[in-house]
C-alpha cells in the first residue's frame, strides 16, 4: 500500500530564507506527484505537477523535483515571505489508479515570520 | 462559476442524522472528486465522476456514504446514520480535462461536517 511521508511536519522560519520541504513515498510506480497549498478554513491550491518522467518543475520561487527510484520529492522555496504560511501537502497519483485517487501526504505546517 | 463552491460551509449534526453536503464544480468541468480529510491529516479519496458515471468510489469508507451526480454537474455527498468518526472536512475539486496529463485540480474551500 502506497504511503506518503512529510517532514517535518511543522517548520518556522524567519522571513528571507530558503527552506526545503520534503515528501517520500514507499510505491515508485507513481504516474505523477504534485504540491498543493491548503490555507486555513480554504481547499487546496495546486502549485506544481511533476510527471513520473520528469526530474523537476520550476514556478516563480518554487522548484519541486523528483527521485522517482529513491520514492523522494522535495520542495525549495526561495526567499520566504510571511504569504508562504500554509500547510504544504504532497500527493501522488499511481499508475492503474483512477485520476481521481491521490495519496496525500500529511502536510508541513510552514510559518514563516517577519 | 469562477471557482468550485460547496455548501454547507459548516454542518452540526448528531449522531444517526442523515446529512447532504453539495458541491457545484467549475462549469464544464468533466471530472469531479470528493475527498474526507479528518483533523491533522492529508485529503483521503473517495470518489470520482466523469460526467454522470461514478467510475470509481473505491474510497467510500461504508454503505452510509453515497455520492451522486445526476446530470454531470452539481453533486451530492449524502452520509446517512452519522457516527462521530465522520467528523471530517469534506473537500470537493473538479477538473477540466482527465485526457491532459497536466491537468489541474480546483478544490472547494469543504464543509466541515462535526457530529455530537
Known amino acids: 500500500k502506497q504511503e506518503v511521508t512529510q517532514i517535518p511536519a511543522a517548520l518556522s522560519v524567519p522571513e528571507g530564507e530558503n527552506l526545503v520541504l520534503n515528501c517520500s513515498f514507499t510505491?515508485?510506480?507513481?504516474?505523477?506527484l504534485q504540491w498543493f497549498r491548503q490555507d486555513p478554513g480554504k481547499g487546496l491550491t495546486s502549485l506544481l505537477l511533476?510527471?513520473?518522467?520528469?526530474r523537476e518543475q520550476t514556478s516563480g520561487r518554487l522548484n519541486a523535483s523528483l527521485d522517482k527510484s529513491s520514492g523522494r520529492s522535495t520542495l525549495y522555496i526561495a526567499a520566504s515571505q510571511p504569504g508562504d504560511s500554509a500547510t504544504y501537502l504532497c500527493?501522488?497519483?499511481?499508475?492503474?489508479?483512477?485520476?481521481?485517487?491521490?495519496?496525500f501526504g500529511k502536510g508541513t505546517k510552514l510559518s514563516v515570520k517577519p | 462559476g469562477a471557482g468550485v463552491s460547496q455548501s454547507p460551509r459548516y454542518k452540526v449534526a448528531k449522531r444517526g442524522q442523515d446529512v447532504a453536503l453539495r458541491c457545484d464544480p467549475i462549469?464544464?468541468?468533466?471530472?469531479l472528486f470528493w475527498y474526507q480529510q479528518a483533523l491533522g491529516q492529508g485529503p483521503e479519496f473517495l470518489t470520482y465522476?466523469?460526467?454522470?458515471?461514478?467510475?470509481?468510489k473505491s474510497g467510500l469508507p461504508s454503505d452510509r456514504f453515497f455520492a451522486e451526480r445526476p446530470e454531470g454537474s452539481v453533486s451530492t455527498l449524502k452520509i446517512q446514520r452519522t457516527q462521530q468518526e465522520d467528523s471530517a472536512v469534506y473537500l470537493c475539486?473538479?477538473?477540466?480535462?482527465?485526457?491532459?496529463?497536466?491537468?489541474?485540480?480546483?478544490f472547494g474551500s469543504g464543509t466541515r461536517l462535526t457530529v455530537v
Open positions: 475539486a473538479s477538473s477540466s480535462n482527465f485526457r491532459d496529463r497536466t491537468y489541474g485540480y480546483t
Open positions: 510505491d515508485s510506480a507513481i504516474y505523477n
Open positions: 511533476i510527471q513520473s518522467s520528469q
Open positions: 500527493a501522488v497519483r499511481l499508475y492503474g489508479g483512477s485520476q481521481g485517487n491521490l495519496i
Open positions: 462549469s464544464g468541468h468533466v471530472s
Open positions: 465522476f466523469q460526467n454522470e458515471a461514478q467510475l470509481d
